[in-house]
Nanobody, 123 residues
Framework: QVQLLESGGGLVQTGGSLRLSCEASGRTFSPYAMAWFRQTPGKEREFVAGITWTRARTFYQGAVEGRFTISADTAKNTVYLEMTNLKPEDTAVYYC????????????????WGQGTQVTVSS
């Protein structure tokens, strides 16, 4: 069983920055990829960014491209999401997830999920 623990969320003003971390623990950890999703009340969880574990190929949702950067430290089993120029519409609970299949926007393709970390951007 793989456990994912997110950290780094908080309250920030518009235009500010935050860095989220997600550390994986448990049995031998070797996903195909990891990703960040986010969710606001009353809405479905949406894909934000993903990264393949071996080749570090990255993928982004259009609304965050150029502002967010996903990276991974495979030695630490940790994935990061560097968020800059934050906007109020980025306010959400952010989740990390692992997949054995492919980086995709489809939640069902992800095997393990963290509990989430709240990001709030004030205007």
């Amino acid at each position: 069983q793989v456990q994912l623990l997110e950290s780094g969320g908080g309250l920030v003003q518009t235009g500010g920055s935050l860095r989220l971390s997600c550390e994986a623990s448990g049995r031998t950890f070797s996903p195909y990829a990891m990703a960040w999703f986010r969710q606001t009340p009353g809405k479905e969880r949406e894909f934000v960014a993903g990264i393949t574990w071996t080749r570090a190929r990255t993928f982004y949702q259009g609304a965050v491209e150029g502002r967010f950067t996903i990276s991974a430290d495979t030695a630490k089993n940790t994935v990061y999401l560097e968020m800059t120029n934050l906007k109020p519409e980025d306010t959400a609970v952010y989740y990390c997830a692992t997949t054995s299949y492919a980086v995709t926007k489809l939640e069902d393709m992800y095997d393990n999920w963290g509990q989430g970390t709240q990001v709030t951007v004030s205007s």
